[in-house]
């Protein structure tokens, strides 16, 4: 199996380690490839982007590691860009500007009903709890629809090449406020597939939610990368690491999902285009 990493966040952001660490790594594991997508600087005071004043020193940091290494692996420039209408930098613009390979497109915060209010989707379930309280006063299905309408309007607007953890409204959720068989919420979820696949972007297998046990199921899971297969979206493996040892974790294991689901093939990155590979 042809092994990579296209998803990976190094200590300019909150990542764990500097990205020759990464790098050493991956030759260890005998990757083909290993791509950085530190969180890229945002508008919005977060605690876990880059900082705008390291953005250069960044993208010529990657650039110089790809010459270093370039007779053991392929080492790639990106960033993870978060989507937020209104307020973050344009995709293609950033992607021109850094010289990006590629483009990971996320959404972390959902801006809110309430003006200058963003709830943030990831780390502690506080903020899930609250966000949920405050700025929807307990509605959930209001507050899943407003995240997949900025799904959706991230990859019409934006057309990332990779679309990032497509279904992590789900991880704090842990099956308390909404069941993913609703038919309401397989609605949404269908709608993401047909703007999906009017585009040329990539959904990511995203393995993180397992192996740091926030999720008992990859973003997206079985019943999502079916529909994918149905609707031939091409998909990818990431392990989204932040450290080192987490390059691999769970990879074979999203593998045997997409064969289970249809698929016999991935896309990955190779000098300067999207290729397929068999799993």
């Not at 650039?63 to 344009?90: F, R």
Request: net charge negative; charged share 25%; proline share 4%.
């Amino acid at each position: 199996m042809t092994y990579y990493s296209y998803h990976t966040h190094t200590s300019y952001c909150d990542g764990k380690a500097k990205a020759e660490a990464f790098i050493k790594r991956a030759i260890e594991l005998q990757m083909k490839a290993v791509g950085f997508s530190s969180h890229a600087p945002f508008p919005i005071e977060v605690c876990w982007n880059m900082d705008e004043d390291q953005l250069m020193n960044y993208v010529n940091e990657i650039k110089s590691l790809s010459v270093k290494y370039q007779e053991d692996i392929d080492v790639y420039l990106s960033l993870e860009l978060d989507y937020i209408p209104g307020i973050t930098k344009p995709f293609a613009q950033m992607k021109e500007a850094c010289s990006l390979d590629y483009t990971i497109g996320s959404v972390h915060l959902i801006k809110s009903p309430i003006e200058n209010e963003f709830l943030f989707l990831d780390g502690p379930d506080t903020n899930y709890t609250h966000g949920l309280e405050c700025f929807y006063q307990g509605d959930i299905k209001k507050m899943v629809r407003d995240y997949y309408a900025q799904i959706n309007e991230m990859i019409i607007q934006e057309k990332p090449d990779i679309i990032g953890h497509i279904d992590k409204i789900k991880m704090n959720n842990k099956g308390r406020y909404f069941s993913e068989d609703e038919k309401w919420y397989q609605d949404l979820l269908n709608e993401t597939i047909d703007v999906i696949k009017e585009t040329d972007c990539i959904v990511e297998i995203n393995t993180r939610g397992l192996y740091t046990k926030k999720s008992k199921l990859f973003y997206p899971d079985l019943n999502f990368a079916k529909e994918c297969k149905k609707n031939q979206i091409p998909v990818t493996i990431s392990t989204d690491a932040h450290h080192p040892d987490e390059l691999l974790l769970y990879f074979n294991e999203a593998a045997e999902m997409l064969k289970e689901s249809g698929y016999d093939s991935v896309l990955i990155y190779d000098k300067a285009e999207w290729v397929n590979v068999g799993i």
